[in-house]
């Protein structure tokens, strides 16, 4: 089993590593112009992702690196 590429988390001036997908809910049924395709074994869900928690909330932030 391929360990999977993780996404960043930015909280309190520290950068982490986060292996949950916060996306999968919304893009079951989101209407996307084109499939996320896999570019590799380590990245299943076709895409990375860079978040950020402030003020307690959850935000993307510098977009989406789609494959």
């Known amino acids: 089993m391929t360990a999977q590429i993780s996404d960043s988390l930015q909280y309190n001036n520290e ?19 084109h499939p996320l ?11 990375t992702a860079s978040w950020a928690i402030e003020n307690k909330k959850l935000f ?6 789609i494959y």
Request: hydrophobic share 35%.
């Open 15 to 33: 950068r982490f590593s986060i292996y949950s997908e916060p996306l999968s809910s919304y893009l079951k049924t989101a209407d996307l112009p």
């Open 60 to 65: 993307l932030v510098a977009g989406m690196d």
């Open 37 to 47: 395709v896999s570019p590799n074994t380590a990245c299943w869900r076709g895409y």
